[in-house]
């Protein structure tokens, strides 16, 4: 199986490139955002590949990091979730930003890649809510909450948020819920507070 294919790139066209890797040309499927990424031709280039077999065909699929690749592995397990599937929504949807989706239960985002309506976003996020890398480096304030309010703008600041996001996950409870809480709340705040009270606030939701 191959992990990584580093050559220069031949050619590529809507949905795919060809690696020329010592005189060897290697036909390797990409989404949209790959190929808009990826070099021009008789540029270096690396992919992460992914093997996928089937009984008419022995196909590679390029990302240009793993993360992009680990999430089309999880994205694969997901039923009624193919390959095409699974590179529109990482060509809509970045690794950090589908991980925001999937914790803050975001079925509007995840329906703008082709093919996913709301019947499979709701089984996206069912299937890998549990499953989501979340750390406190994750930019929760750029989150698509349901009123879609842009906090990287709020008067919060980003750390802050993201402080008390934190702290709801040591406390036990999940990046789900913490994301989905702390986002509720400061839809409606205007002014600034300390970390403590956004979390006393957010505690006192959560126990409702």
Not at 89 to 101: D, G, H, Q, R, T
Not at 144 to 170: M, Y
Request: glycine share 8%; aromatic share 6%.
């Amino acid at each position: 199986m191959f992990a990584k294919l580093t050559g220069l790139l031949d050619s590529k066209g809507d949905s795919w490139v060809v690696i020329d890797v010592g005189g060897v040309g290697y036909l390797v499927q990409c989404g949209t955002r790959t190929i808009n990424e990826i070099p021009v031709s008789g540029s270096s280039t690396t992919v992460f590949i992914e093997t996928v077999v089937r009984e008419d065909a022995f196909l590679l699929y390029g990302f240009l990091s793993t993360a992009d690749r680990d999430w089309f592995r999880l994205l694969l397990k997901v039923k009624n979730v193919g390959a095409r599937v699974a590179l529109g929504i990482l060509s809509s949807l970045p690794p950090e930003n589908l991980s925001n989706a999937i914790a803050a239960n975001d079925r509007n985002a995840l329906t703008l890649a082709p093919g996913v309506g709301p019947k499979l976003a709701e089984r996206i996020i069912s299937e890998l809510k549990d499953k989501v890398i979340f750390s406190p480096e994750i930019n929760v304030e750029k989150n698509n909450f349901s009123n879609s309010k842009d906090h990287s703008r709020h008067p919060l600041g980003s750390e802050i948020i993201k402080d008390t996001v934190s702290a709801l996950t040591n406390l036990g409870y999940s990046p789900a819920e913490s994301v989905e809480v702390v986002g509720k709340i400061t839809q409606h705040l205007e002014e600034k507070i300390e970390i403590k009270s956004l979390l006393r606030m957010s505690l006192k939701e959560l126990s409702k």
